[in-house]
C-alpha cells in the first residue's frame, strides 16, 4: 500500500503520518526530515538543498524527486510507504506516478487532510512560549491561567516570530497542497479528504476509516 497525505500547516500532518504509518507497518517517507537530515550530515544534497530550506522556498525537483526514488529503492519501502510532503509539484507527483509504476506498483489513496483557512490561521497563530522555562501554551486548547503568564515559573510569555499572524499567513500560503496536485489525485478517483478541524484521534480515526475502504485495505491484500 502506497499512501500520500496532503494538507496545510496547523493540521497535524507530521503527527498523523506517523501514527497512521505505525499502525500500518508503513515506511513514514517524509521529504523534509530527510531533507534536514542531510542538511545536518553535511551530504552534497544537503549542501544543496540547504540554501532553498533556510529562505522557505522548495528544493528543486530534480534533488527531491531523486532523494524520493532512491529511498522507494531501499528494502524498507518494499512493503509500502507513506509519503509526507512529497510530492509538492506535478512534476513530483508524476515522478512519484513512474517510480511506483516502474515496480509494478501505484499510489493507493491520497489523504488530503483539510481546514478553512481562518482555522488554521487560528491554530497557527496561538502558540505562546515561556522564554524562561521552556513551557508551551496555546490560546485555545491549552491556555495559562493568567493571560500572558507562565503557569510554572511566572515567566512574561512570548510568541514566535514563526507564528505571528502576517508570517503564518505567508506559511499557509507557501504550503498549502497546490491546487494542480488536488486535481491530479481527484482525476485518478484516489483523492480522499479527510475533515482536519477535528481533534488529533478523530483524524487519525477517520483516515483510518478512508484507508479501509481502499481497495488495498489490508485483509484484502
Ligand atoms: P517540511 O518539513 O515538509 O515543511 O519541509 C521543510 C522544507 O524542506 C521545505 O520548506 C522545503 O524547503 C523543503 N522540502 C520538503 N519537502 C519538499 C518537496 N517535496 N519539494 C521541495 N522542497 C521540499
Given at each position: 500500500m502506497y499512501l500520500i497525505l496532503l494538507?496545510?500547516?496547523?493540521?497535524?500532518?507530521?503527527?498523523?503520518?506517523?501514527?497512521?504509518a505505525e499502525k500500518l507497518g508503513l515506511a513514514h517517507i517524509s521529504s523534509?526530515?530527510?531533507?534536514r537530515d542531510a542538511v545536518q550530515r553535511g551530504t552534497d544534497l544537503g549542501r544543496q538543498a540547504k540554501a532553498y530550506m533556510?529562505?522557505?522556498e522548495l528544493v528543486p525537483d530534480e534533488l527531491t524527486i531523486a532523494m524520493i526514488e532512491e529511498r522507494l529503492g531501499q528494502?524498507?519501502?518494499?512493503?509500502?510507504?507513506?509519503?509526507d510532503g512529497f510530492p509538492r509539484t506535478m512534476q513530483q507527483a508524476?515522478?512519484?506516478?513512474?517510480a511506483l509504476a516502474r515496480q509494478g506498483k501505484a499510489?493507493?489513496?491520497a489523504l488530503h487532510i483539510a481546514a478553512r483557512d481562518d482555522e488554521i490561521l487560528r491554530r497557527l497563530t496561538g502558540r505562546w512560549l515561556c522564554p524562561s522555562c521552556g513551557a508551551i501554551y496555546h490560546e485555545h486548547s491549552l491556555p495559562p491561567k493568567a493571560s500572558g503568564v507562565c503557569d510554572q515559573c511566572g515567566g512574561t510569555l512570548t510568541q514566535r516570530d514563526d507564528d505571528r499572524p502576517d508570517v503564518a499567513r505567508a506559511r499557509l500560503e507557501r504550503q498549502r497542497p497546490a491546487?494542480?496536485?488536488?486535481?491530479?489525485?481527484?482525476?485518478?478517483?484516489?483523492?480522499?479528504?479527510?475533515?482536519?478541524?477535528?481533534?488529533?484521534?478523530?483524524?487519525?480515526?477517520?483516515?483510518?476509516?478512508?484507508?479501509?475502504?481502499?481497495?488495498?485495505?489490508p485483509e484484502r491484500r
Open positions: 494538507g496545510p500547516p496547523g493540521t497535524g500532518k507530521g503527527t498523523q503520518a506517523k501514527l497512521v523534509g526530515d530527510m531533507l533556510d529562505k522557505g528494502p524498507h519501502a518494499q512493503a509500502g510507504a507513506l509519503f508524476k515522478a512519484l506516478d513512474q499510489a493507493t489513496a491546487e494542480e496536485l488536488l486535481h491530479h489525485y481527484r482525476e485518478q478517483g484516489k483523492l480522499v479528504d479527510i475533515n482536519g478541524e477535528q481533534d488529533v484521534d478523530a483524524v487519525t480515526h477517520d483516515l483510518m476509516a478512508a484507508i479501509e475502504q481502499t481497495p488495498a485495505a
